[in-house]
């Protein structure tokens, strides 16, 4: 059984940074295809990145290109979700989730294909 718990969450000012730490347990992260998504009141749950299994593939929505990196360490059985020069757009709750996935580069974009979820942290950027 795989699961997952975010931290990191919290309130911080435009342009500020914080660092989202998802903590994996019952399977290694580097067997995962891992993703970040978050939800706004009122909208949908979107993915704002994933990384494939092997660390080779990255994807990013965007509005966080250039200013998000996803990465793991397996090591420390832990997915991490930097978060740089924070826009007030960018509030919402966070979610870490995993997927499997046979080959090594393959990445989801869709909530559907991730079968484990954390419960979320909330991230309020202040204008």
Same mark, same amino acid.
């Given at each position: 059984?795989?699961?997952l718990? *975010?931290s990191g969450?919290?309130?911080v000012?435009?342009g $500020?940074?914080l660092?989202? #730490? ?5 399977? /290694?992260v580097?067997?995962?295809?891992m993703?970040w ?5 009122g909208?949908?749950?979107?993915l704002?990145?994933?990384r494939?299994k092997?660390? *080779? ?5 965007d509005s966080?290109? $250039?200013r998000?990196?996803i #990465?793991?360490?397996?090591?420390k059985? /832990?997915?991490?979700l ?5 826009k007030?757009?960018d509030t919402a ?7 499997a996935a046979?080959?090594g580069?393959?990445i ?7 079968i ?9 950027v202040?204008?």
């Amino acid at each position: 059984q795989v699961q997952l718990v *975010e931290s990191g969450g919290g309130l911080v000012q435009t342009g $500020g940074s914080l660092r989202l #730490s998802c903590a994996v347990s019952g399977r /290694t992260v580097s067997s995962l295809v891992m993703g970040w998504f978050r939800q706004a009141p009122g909208k949908e749950r979107e993915l704002v990145a994933t990384r494939s299994k092997n660390g *080779e593939v990255t994807s990013y929505r965007d509005s966080v290109r $250039g200013r998000f990196i996803i #990465s793991g360490d397996s090591a420390k059985g /832990t997915e991490y979700l930097q978060m740089n020069s924070l826009k007030p757009e960018d509030t919402a709750v966070y979610y870490c989730a995993a997927g499997a996935a046979v080959l090594g580069g393959t990445i989801y974009n869709t909530p559907r294909n991730y079968i484990y979820w954390g419960q979320g942290t909330q991230v309020t950027v202040s204008s």
